[in-house]
């Protein structure tokens, strides 16, 4: 079985400075891909960044960046240069392979942008 | 283009009623899930299709939920009889397996259907 782990608490950071969110993985597929969503207030599930197992190269799209280290299965976002818009939940991901095809989803890491 | 499209947004219904959830996925998506969130639970999947065949429906609660997809662009969440534990924001989500390996695969999201039950 798949296992997503964000234990951070809720988490306040300065607009223009960077955050990162933590993310642990358990997973006995070789095969998998790592996702993030952001859930803002208003409730649409909003897909950032996405990592594939065999992926040598960190993922990056835009502020979103990845930091994934394989064999600590941790799959951590980074987001740079917050804005007031990235308040919102945070949600890591993992989707594997061999019939495990389904998105397990984290509890989420709650981040509040302040000015 | 259009992305995932449910139906009502909200729904409000008192206990023992049927109440059905409906969805559109993405034209030429071959993967489709329901999810439910809440505050105690997080996001459970409920089912998910491939190509229109139920492929996992564990996370079912009980048999009082039932889900359908006639064909590709459209399925159906219905729970009869309802109950205030039901309340929930149900999602439908889907993706679409280009590479042969589905794990590289997002999920795109619909806005939700928030469902209260009183």
């Known amino acids: 079985a798949q296992k997503i782990t964000q234990t951070q608490p809720g988490m306040f950071v300065q607009e223009k400075e960077a955050v990162t969110l933590d993310c642990t993985y358990d997973?006995?597929?070789?095969?998998?891909?790592l996702f993030w969503y952001k859930q803002p207030s208003s409730g649409e599930m909003i897909f950032l960044i996405y990592?594939?197992?065999?992926?040598?190269q960190n993922a990056t799209e835009g502020r979103y960046s990845l930091n994934f280290q394989k064999a600590r299965k941790s799959a951590n976002l980074v987001i740079s240069a917050s804005q007031l818009g990235d308040s919102a939940m945070y949600f890591c991901?993992?989707?594997?392979?061999?019939?495990?095809?389904?998105?397990?989803f984290g509890k989420g890491n709650q981040v509040v942008v302040i000015p | 283009d259009a992305g995932v499209i449910q139906s009502p947004r909200h729904e409000v219904t008192e206990m023992g009623q049927e109440v059905t959830l409906r969805c559109k996925p993405i034209?030429?998506?071959?993967?489709l899930f329901w999810y439910r969130q809440t505050m105690m639970r997080g996001l459970e999947l409920l089912i998910y299709?491939?190509?229109?065949?139920?492929?996992?429906d564990s996370g079912m609660p009980e048999d009082r939920f039932s889900a359908k997809m006639p064909n590709a662009s459209f399925s159906t969440l219905k729970i009869q009889p309802s109950e205030p534990r039901d309340s929930a924001v149900y999602f439908c989500?889907?993706?679409?397996?280009?590479?042969?390996?589905?794990?590289?695969?997002?999920?795109?999201f619909g806005n939700g259907t928030r469902l209260t039950v009183t």
């Open positions: 997973t006995s597929d070789q095969s998998y891909g």
């Open positions: 991901a993992m989707r594997g392979s061999y019939g495990n095809n389904r998105l397990a």
């Open positions: 299709f491939n190509n229109n065949v139920p492929i996992d």
């Open positions: 989500a889907s993706s679409l397996d280009l590479t042969g390996r589905v794990y590289n695969s997002p999920l795109h």
């Open positions: 034209s030429g998506h071959d993967y």
């Open positions: 990592q594939g197992s065999y992926d040598e």
